[in-house]
């Protein structure tokens, strides 16, 4: 298997423009997460996907944040407008149920918002 | 409330010599614990976990963890560091209230000297 993909790995781009995040999980995998990770807040959950639902969201930090599932293969991390504040790495990350929890990521799109 | 401690932003270990890089939890009912690595622009790989069972673990590239229900620890270890080894190191916890989540902690920086 190919693993978690996600696309861009880099991305940079200036404040108020649009974002968007792909990501790809492992094919047969039911649950799908997305995360943050700055130096400053580590590792934050922002949200996760059952069977291309959202079950918790609570992480996202404001409107500007939107995510989709449109399908088990693929998911969107959008922010629009963004901000320099959002300059950070996304990582997307899948499991599968009945496998103890165990969840793997994805390489990880660095952001930076100029 | 359920959390992860990691207390040691970084571990120092010389080539050839054993290595610890602690954690401690937080969790109501039976922990299931997991710990990851992270290397330099990657995504965070899964090392090991404990579910039940042996309070030792055994996982990946020679690490193993000790499960420590009376000391609520789960300390990662291993007899001889690798420079290799080097990297970021991160325990997490399944959230017992919420089954689908892991809990991080904030991450431990392991530098092996030669």
């Known amino acids: 298997d190919a693993g978690v993909i996600q696309s861009p790995r880099h991305e940079v781009t200036e404040m108020g423009q649009e974002v968007t995040l792909r990501c790809k999980p492992i094919?047969?995998?039911?649950?799908l997460f997305w995360y943050r990770q700055t130096m400053m807040r580590g590792l934050e959950l922002l949200i996760y996907?059952?069977?291309?639902?959202?079950?918790?969201d609570s992480g996202m930090p404001e409107d500007r944040f939107s995510a989709k599932m449109p399908n088990a293969s693929f998911s969107t991390l959008k922010i629009q407008p963004s901000e320099p504040r959002d300059s950070a790495v996304y990582f997307c990350?899948?499991?599968?149920?009945?496998?103890?929890?165990?969840?793997?990521f994805g390489p990880g799109t660095r952001l930076t918002v100029l | 409330a359920q959390s992860v401690a990691q207390p040691e932003d970084q571990v120092n270990v010389a080539e050839g010599n054993p290595l610890t890089v602690k954690c401690t939890y937080s969790v109501s009912g039976n922990p299931y614990l997991f710990w990851y690595v992270q290397y330099p622009n990657r995504g965070l790989q899964f090392l090991l976990k404990?579910?039940?069972?042996?309070?030792l673990v055994k996982g990946s590239y020679g690490f193993e963890a000790e499960f420590n229900k009376s000391q609520t620890s789960f300390h990662l270890k291993k007899p001889s560091a690798l420079v290799s080894d080097s990297a970021l190191y991160f325990c997490a916890v399944r959230d017992s209230g919420g089954y689908n989540k892991l809990i991080f902690g904030a991450g431990t920086r392991l530098a092996v000297h030669p």
């Open positions: 404990y579910i039940t069972g042996d309070n």
């Open positions: 990350a899948s499991r599968q149920t009945g496998f103890s929890d165990t969840q793997y």
């Open positions: 996907f059952n069977n291309n639902v959202p079950i918790d």
């Open positions: 094919s047969g995998h039911d649950y």
